[in-house]
């Protein structure tokens, strides 16, 4: 099983809005990241967690907040977005962080549109 | 600053053509170069190639890292329309052991 689960599919959220994204994995994979992917660009890595520990923050602005509240899951608060913050929000796993031989494998995504 | 570079950036092709794509890279600390296939949403896991594995093959899918050279490039032949889509190399590496990837090439097989 090389799962991934994220939920929901489909966000449309307005600025003052606070939601959170869901992201699932029983690989045992103890490294668990977020991605955020613009059309036709690659995706952008947001934040790393190794061990249920939040390893790198790639300068995120503070509307995007992670938890990762045990080694299976990994969410995303998002609290006062920007419309420019709309795109697709692509959380992966791997078994340990992916420079160290492993590869990491994506869910399929939440699609945000804030409005 | 990591970096790494694709191309061609697009690609036509007919159907039962054989395409070549390319990636180079420079990243501190490299461990592994990582090969995905991107369609409508996730990018989907295709090879991993490392100092221990060079060369990797999957039915008309292979891929070869050049660590001489940096770079790497993944074949595919016999093409049909169901392989377009983005291919994304990535990096394993870097300072703080993370995935860099480059910006993808747009294959399109036309029938």
């Known amino acids: 099983d090389t799962e991934v689960t994220q939920t929901p599919k489909h966000l449309v959220m307005g600025m003052t809005n606070k939601k959170s994204l869901k992201c699932e994995q029983h690989?045992?994979?103890?490294?668990m990241y977020w991605y955020k992917q613009k059309a036709k660009k690659p995706p952008e890595l947001m934040f790393v967690y190794s061990y249920e520990k939040l390893s790198i923050n790639e300068s995120v602005p503070s509307r995007f907040s992670p938890e990762c509240p045990n080694s299976s899951l990994l969410n995303l608060h998002l609290h006062a977005l920007q419309p420019e913050d709309s795109a697709l929000y692509l959380c992966a796993s791997s078994r340990d962080t992916a420079g160290a031989n492993t590869e990491a494998f994506f869910g399929q995504g939440t699609r945000l549109t804030v409005v | 600053e990591d970096k790494v570079v694709q191309s061609p950036l697009s690609l036509v092709v007919h159907e039962g053509d054989t395409v070549t794509l390319n990636c180079s890279y420079e990243?501190?600390?490299?461990?592994?170069l990582l090969w995905y296939k991107q369609e409508k949403k996730a990018p989907t896991f295709l090879f991993m190639l490392t100092s221990s594995g060079i060369e990797k093959k999957s039915g008309r899918l292979s891929s070869i890292l050049d660590k001489k050279e940096l770079s790497s490039i993944l074949n595919i032949t016999a093409t049909q329309t169901g392989d377009s889509a983005i291919y994304l190399c990535?990096?394993?590496?870097?300072?703080?052991?993370?995935?860099?990837f480059g910006k993808g090439t747009l294959l399109t097989v036309n029938p």
């Open positions: 990535a990096v394993g590496g870097g300072s703080n052991y993370k995935l860099t």
């Open positions: 990243v501190t600390n490299f461990r592994s």
């Open positions: 690989m045992g994979h103890r490294a």
